[in-house]
């Protein structure tokens, strides 16, 4: 039983990869927000004839109440949409709105059903295939709005449909036995294509993402390249408030070429991953870390970075300080590096990275100098 319920779980409802589990949040939201102004106004439209439709001796409450207070929540809920349409959609309110989505349309759909229910017992039964085609019609639709969410599309249907369902089957009324069947084929159908669609959906963004880590990755050393480097650093300057700081630091190895030249380009290329790997455990989370191209690297250590309060030259370095053994040979190399801080030494990328690199041209151009606030000098051999 627990291997059935694995796989139907499985089948049903498949893990989402972590890689794009944002991506999904907000392709799901944006869908919503799309396609459900249009079923909350048709939902209040409905209202009139729903009410004119209710069965007499039903109870008010149901018969009534039920329909009115689903017209309020679509009138609601299309104005809220519709004043929120051409709003930025951040993945906390992408969240939020999926399991509100969810809970609002289970709620409305079992308000449905009940209603649904109610009337076709009390209604005679030559009337019975009215409050069917209400039913089947609303819960499509609200299925089709909603399939970008495969449980809120599952509960909905299960609600809307399996009752009317059951009863038409169980009726006794050929024509409404057909009806049944031929509604229960047209929902696995649908569900069908459900399925289909989230698994398309899934590797469609997984797809993506790839592309978008080719687009930004440096494919040898696995760190960020030039382009992602430039955007995280506009991003940067963009946020960054009056009274914080952060900075960049650009790296120049020294003596990179002679081991090109006498161990050959494989070597060299595991000498630029190595230094890569020491590179991103010395920084952490902390800061970005970046390969411009060939041996220089950059590094941007974020506002409120810890690495703000130390020698940021200085602790790079000594990171790169141990000997290196690639592919059982040991390498020499040294490292320059130049500093610069936003605001006091620029305002814009375009004069962090001037005053980085003249402080890493000064550094290359000494062996041993004072470090100045804006330049860091050091060499490892």
Not at 49 to 77: E, S
Not at 114 to 123: K, M
Not at 130 to 135: G, K, L, S, T, V
Not at 249 to 267: S, T, Y
């Amino acid at each position: 039983m627990t291997g059935v319920s694995h796989w139907l779980r499985k089948r049903f409802f498949p893990p989402i990869p972590k890689a794009i589990r944002d991506d999904i949040a907000l392709l799901r939201a944006d869908r919503i927000e799309t396609l459900t102004p249009m079923l909350f106004l048709m939902l209040a439209a409905t209202t009139p004839t729903a009410i004119y439709a209710g069965v007499q001796t039903v109870h008010p409450i149901i018969r009534i109440g039920f329909p009115v207070t689903l017209a309020i929540v679509g009138l609601l809920g299309f104005l809220f949409l519709m004043h929120n349409r051409g709003r930025r959609m951040s993945l906390r309110r992408a969240r939020r709105m999926i399991v509100e989505s969810t809970w609002l349309s289970g709620i409305t759909g079992a308000m449905c059903s009940v209603w649904t229910v109610v009337n076709w017992l009390a209604a005679p039964p030559a009337t019975h295939s009215y409050y069917a085609m209400i039913m089947a019609m609303g819960s499509l639709a609200t299925a089709y709005c909603m399939s970008s969410i495969r449980f809120a599309t599952f509960v909905n249907l299960i609600i809307g449909l399996v009752p009317i369902s059951i009863l038409m089957l169980t009726s006794g009324h050929p024509p409404e036995i057909a009806a049944g069947t031929s509604l229960v084929v047209a929902t696995l159908f649908l569900l069908r294509m459900i399925l289909q669609q989230h698994d398309q959906l899934i590797d469609l963004l997984q797809l993506q993402h790839q592309m978008r880590d080719l687009a930004h990755t440096d494919p040898l050393t696995g760190l960020a390249n030039r382009r992602e480097f430039d955007m995280r650093l506009d991003e940067e300057i963009s946020e960054a408030r009056p009274n914080s700081h952060f900075g960049i630091a650009l790296l120049d190895l020294d003596g990179f070429k002679p081991v090109n030249d006498q161990h050959g380009h494989a070597i060299g290329d595991g000498l630029l991953c190595e230094i890569a790997q020491r590179l991103r455990r010395a920084c952490g989370d902390h800061a970005v870390v970046a390969r411009q191209g060939g041996d220089e690297f950059a590094i941007l250590v974020h506002a409120g970075s810890p690495l703000l309060e130390t020698s940021l030259a200085d602790h790079i370095l000594a990171a790169l300080a141990a000997p290196y053994r690639i592919g059982g040979r040991p390498i020499s190399v040294g490292a320059s590096i130049g500093t610069a801080n936003w605001p006091e030494h620029g305002a814009t990328a375009r004069k962090l990275f001037e005053v980085a690199d003249k402080a890493l041209y000064a550094a290359k151009a000494v062996d041993r100098e004072p470090k100045s606030s804006v330049e860091s000098i050091a060499r490892i051999a």
